[in-house]
């Protein structure tokens, strides 16, 4: 093939920088999948709860976290806070800008499937005498847990692709690694696959790790299922 | 005629669905230590309010409800607290779908109750082995039929050792071959002196173990006698006209 490089395909396919970014990458996903989940559930109880001092602000925050561009978002914390004598190093300005932006969409798929969890289920639980938190930790969130499953994947896969963004203010990830070597080695077509493929094999893999949950959380569900497996 | 030893008691209850709809108007009863009481009436008359009234699992606009002499209207009651000591059944059953019978039944005296797992499990299997459901301890609810699974909530409310028991029409929900499962449960419950008051329309069940009836029409405590009086001879032409339609012929 005229112009393509496989030698350098294959050379940098197993390139240990390039395998390090996108182990960087995976550990922002992880991140902030983690953090934004346990803020947009705090969010999501916010905006859910009848006191206007607390759904208000946490209606404001989704407003303006899904408004804006994450790319904008992270510029404003890392280039444009140091003017107020705020700064953050690179990784730190990812994360805080990964995980905000994240809270405010998990924000709303928590607030859904909490609202999935029939009304009937929280009068049996205060019904026997469950508190609040109670009421919440054993039998609303698992509920709810399980039906956001689903779109709680969806944002795993787009939060993956969605890391690439930082490379914009230097953060080294996948994508800013591969630019860096391109700069290097000029083999841009060769290069620019290699990131796609170790996307497409992390968004693949997570695709399996998905199916094993919603599986597993499943089981109760499924009559089938629970059937085979006592017998 | 309030009752010195009442175990449930309402006091001239009020509630409103936002301005127009006035569900509960003035109700008053009381059901004494032991005592059975069926409450019945239409659809739509309020019944099924008035018993999540009782435990505060709807709010009452003015008058009182007190259990066992505390006051469930009362804005400073713990009442988590007092629920714990009151058993209620659903008419949709409610139990928790992603927990089995087994830990349906030892989730509350647990982390309510501070029981013991080991002493909790005792207490579940000795409650299955009352409604007849042993062998489905480690089952979800998804596999159980739904008289069994009336059966199960039924436990899982006896579980916490409740003063009193609430039904919110426990065998509507239910196939009729299914109803006389879950009905002898509670003619077992009503024959050892348990306080109970369930909402129904099973007038078998009334006449068998109740001592008194409360008819409701249009959030209107209409009629409250003794059980033989009520099927005999009912005071109110709403009630006569009820029974007509819903006795068999």
């Known amino acids: 093939m005229k112009g393509w490089n496989w030698g350098g395909f294959f050379e940098y396919l197993t390139n240990e920088y390039m395998l390090e970014g996108a182990l960087i990458t995976l550990g922002l996903t992880v991140f902030s999948m983690v953090f934004g989940l346990i803020l947009g559930f705090l969010v999501a109880l916010m905006r859910m709860s009848k006191h206007k001092i607390l759904s208000v602000p946490a209606y404001f925050y989704t407003w303006i976290m899904r408004g804006t561009p994450l790319l904008v978002q992270l510029i404003i914390i890392y280039t444009g806070l140091p003017q107020l004598g705020i700064r953050f190093s690179v990784l730190e300005s990812t994360l805080i800008g990964l995980t905000l932006n994240e809270a405010a969409y998990l924000s709303e798929i928590v607030r859904a499937g909490i609202s999935a969890v029939p009304r009937g289920q929280v009068n049996a639980a205060r019904a026997i005498g469950m508190r609040e938190f109670q009421v919440m930790r054993y039998v609303v969130a698992p509920q709810a847990f399980r039906i956001i499953i689903p779109p709680l994947g969806n944002s795993v896969n787009g939060i993956l692709k969605t890391t690439s963004i930082a490379s914009i203010i230097s953060m080294e990830e996948l994508l800013r690694r591969t630019q860096v070597l391109i700069q290097e080695k000029f083999l841009v077509l060769e290069l620019f696959i290699v990131a796609a493929l170790y996307y497409l094999v992390m968004t693949t893999a997570w695709e399996f790790i998905q199916r094993r949950i919603e599986k597993r959380l499943g089981r109760a569900f499924d009559v089938q299922a629970t059937v085979t497996e006592q017998r | ?249």
């Open chain 2, 1 to 249: 005629m309030q009752q010195a030893n009442a175990m449930i008691e309402v006091r001239a209850v009020n509630k409103w669905y936002g301005d127009s709809f006035h569900v509960l108007k003035n109700c008053s009863l009381a059901v004494g230590k032991g005592e059975v009481v069926v409450v019945c009436g239409p659809s739509g008359s309020g019944k099924s309010t008035l018993i999540k009234c009782v435990n505060g699992l709807e709010s009452v606009r003015d008058g009182d409800i007190l259990i066992d002499g505390v006051k469930a209207t009362d804005p400073g009651t713990d009442m988590p607290k007092l629920r714990a000591r009151v058993g209620m059944v659903f008419q949709h059953f409610e139990l928790f779908p992603h927990m089995t019978v087994m830990e349906n039944l030892c989730i509350g005296q647990e982390k309510v109750l501070g029981r013991s797992p080991s002493e909790a499990r005792d207490k579940t299997l000795s409650l299955l082995e009352r409604v007849g459901l042993t062998e489905h301890a480690r089952k979800y609810p998804i596999q159980l039929s739904g008289g069994q699974q009336q059966r199960v909530a039924i436990a899982r409310a006896l579980a916490m050792d409740p003063i009193a028991m609430l039904f919110d029409e426990p065998t509507s929900a239910l196939d009729p071959e299914m109803i006389n499962e879950v009905l002898d449960v509670m003619v077992g419950l009503a024959q050892e002196g348990m306080t109970m008051m369930v909402v129904t329309h099973e007038m078998g069940f009334a006449r068998k173990v109740a001592d008194r009836v409360v008819f409701m029409d249009r959030g209107e405590i209409v009629e409250n006698s003794d059980t033989e009086q009520f099927f005999a001879a009912p005071e109110s032409e709403r009630a006569k006209q009820f029974l007509s339609k819903i006795l068999p012929h």
